[in-house]
């Protein structure tokens, strides 16, 4: 352990739990909103219900599946690995704060000497904080990743979608694209300096 890497150790560490922490707060937040979403969505529909009753009807299916308690207690598989993650996080965090601790008292001391224990122990720490946290970013861009919906084809009759291909395809071969033009045996062009006769 050096000066020069306590004083780096120490920037990380603090970039480190700004950002996870962030992270996370924003990852907790979420899906307590959607939970605070699905709340209401089954008060809403104990509402309904109830006012079907109350005016001598019959609630609909839909009402009373939305308004089944069992919609409150699955967390689905999103709330449990926010919870595992949180927790995650939490130890991580921890180790980190220690970490900076033991750094503060290494640099705080008369003499402070080498201590290769601890410049390793905080390595190690804070490298698997930031493996933790380039994880996360993958996994939430990997969610977020969705295939592309095939293309419909283009609007109009067969002869228009034809033509309109012919067009996209010189078009993309770096060429400009030519006017519309039919594409029926029956079209004739006309030279430059011609008259139809």
């Given at each position: 352990m050096s000066n020069d890497y306590a004083v780096i150790a120490t920037t990380v560490i603090f970039g480190v739990l700004v950002i996870g922490t962030a992270h996370h707060y924003a990852m907790v937040k979420r899906v307590n909103d959607l939970r605070d979403e699905r709340t209401q969505s089954v008060a809403r529909a104990r509402e309904r219900a109830l006012d079907d009753l109350r005016n001598g009807r019959e609630p609909s299916s839909d009402d009373l599946n939305a308004a089944h308690p069992s919609r409150l207690e699955h967390e689905g598989t999103q709330g449990a690995l926010v919870r595992w993650s949180a927790g995650l996080w939490a130890i991580v965090a921890i180790n980190l704060a220690i970490g900076q601790a033991r750094i503060l008292m290494w640099a705080g001391g008369a003499d402070p000497g080498p201590a290769p224990e601890l410049a390793h122990i905080v390595f190690l720490d804070t490298a698997i904080a930031i493996a933790l946290l380039m994880l996360e970013a993958i996994g939430r861009g990997i969610r977020r990743m969705r295939t592309a919906k095939p293309l419909a084809p283009w609007p109009g009759d067969s002869?228009?979608?034809?033509?309109?291909?012919?067009?996209?395809?010189?078009?993309?071969?770096?060429?400009?694209?030519?006017?519309?033009?039919?594409?029926?045996?029956?079209?004739?062009?006309?030279?430059?300096?011609?008259s139809p006769a």
């Open positions: 002869a228009e979608q034809a033509q309109l291909t012919r067009i996209s395809r010189e078009h993309r071969k770096g060429r400009q694209a030519p006017h519309p033009q039919p594409d029926t045996a029956a079209a004739t062009t006309l030279p430059p300096n011609s």
